[in-house]
C-alpha cells in the first residue's frame, strides 16, 4: 500500500497523507462490494394469475469500459471497478492519460488476488487515440465516465446511436475562493491556461478563481520563488503538468508558515 501512496504522490501531486488515505478509501470499495456480492439482490413481484410466481434477478451486462480522472487516480477506479466486477462484467479501465500508474497499481492487486484472466484490461494512451475503437466495439455493454462535461457530451453523442448504457459524472464542484479579508499576500496556482498566477494587490475579480482576471498577475511557471515570496496564503488548485514538473521547487520555496489550501 505504500508503494502505491508514493507513487500517487509522485504522478499527480496530493500530500502522502491524502495518498494513504485514498489508497485505503479504496480498499474498502472492495470490501464492501465483496459482501454485496453475496447477497440474494432481487424482487418478488406480486401477481393476480393463479400459480404464477413474477421476479427480477440482476446479471451482468457484459463488457464495461470504464474511463476515470486524473484528480482522484485510484478513488474512481475502485468505485467503478468494485460493483462492475462483483456483478460478473468484465471491464477494461481507461485511466487519464497523465496518471496510469496508479491504476495499473489497482489492475497489478486484483490480479495478484486471484481474478481470472480476461476480466480486467486496462487501455492507456490519449483518449483522442484509443477512445474510437474502444466506444465502437460491438462488444461493449456500458460505459461509466467521470470527468468534464465537454467529454461527458462527446460520449452522450457518440453513443445515442446504440443500445450502450451510459453512466457520467461530469463537472468540477471545487471551486477556491479568496475572500476580501484574505490579507493583500495570497498566492494561488489553478488552471488558466496552464498559467500559475500570483494575487497580490488586485483582487476586484476573485470571488471565482476559474475566471479572474488579474493585471498584475505574474507567470510563475518558471519563477515560483517569485511567486509565492512572502505570501500569507497559497492555494494549490488543479495541478498540471507545468506544477507537476516543477512540484519539488515548489514545495522549496513555498513559506514554511503559509497557509497551503
Known amino acids: 500500500l505504500e508503494e502505491i501512496s508514493v507513487d500517487l504522490v ?4 496530493k500530500t502522502l497523507a491524502e495518498a494513504r488515505g485514498e489508497v485505503a478509501k479504496s480498499a474498502e470499495f472492495f470490501e464492501f462490494y465483496a459482501a454485496v456480492g453475496r447477497l440474494p439482490y432481487g424482487e418478488l413481484l406480486p401477481d393476480s394469475r393463479a400459480n404464477t410466481q413474477a421476479s427480477t434477478r440482476r446479471e451482468p451486462l457484459g463488457i464495461v469500459l470504464a ?5 482522484d487516480p485510484l478513488l474512481p477506479p475502485a468505485r467503478k471497478l468494485a460493483p462492475a466486477l462483483i456483478a460478473g462484467n468484465a471491464v477494461i479501465l481507461k485511466p487519464a492519460s497523465n496518471t496510469p500508474l ?14 481470472p484472466p480476461g476480466v480486467l484490461g486496462t487501455a492507456t494512451g490519449r483518449g483522442a487515440a484509443i477512445s474510437g ?7 461493449l455493454a456500458a460505459v461509466s465516465f467521470t ?8 460520449l452522450r453523442r457518440s453513443l445515442a446511436d446504440g443500445a450502450v448504457r451510459l453512466q457520467t459524472e461530469l463537472g468540477g464542484k471545487n ?4 475572500l476580501a479579508d484574505a490579507g493583500n499576500d495570497v498566492t494561488m496556482w489553478g488552471r488558466r491556461e496552464e498559467l500559475c498566477a500570483t494575487i497580490n494587490e488586485k483582487r476586484e475579480n476573485t470571488d471565482y478563481l476559474p ?15 517569485r511567486a509565492v515570496h512572502g505570501a500569507e496564503v497559497v492555494v ?19 513559506p514554511r508558515d503559509a497557509l497551503l489550501v
Do not use: C, F, K, Y
Not at 471551486?175 to 479568496?178: G, I, N, P, S, T
Open 10 to 13: 509522485r504522478e499527480m501531486g
Open 67 to 71: 474511463i476515470t480522472p486524473w484528480n
Open 102 to 115: 496508479v491504476a495499473l497499481h489497482l489492475a497489478r492487486a486484483l490480479h495478484d488476488a486471484g481474478l
Open 133 to 139: 475503437p474502444l466506444l465502437s466495439d460491438p462488444r
Open 147 to 154: 470527468g468534464g462535461n465537454d467529454v461527458g457530451a462527446q
Open 175 to 178: 471551486a477556491a475562493v479568496v
Open 211 to 225: 475566471g479572474i482576471d488579474l493585471p498584475d498577475a505574474v507567470d510563475a511557471t518558471h519563477d515560483p520563488e
Open 236 to 254: 494549490l488548485a488543479v495541478p498540471s503538468q507545468a506544477l507537476r514538473q516543477n512540484l519539488t521547487e515548489w514545495s522549496d520555496v513555498i
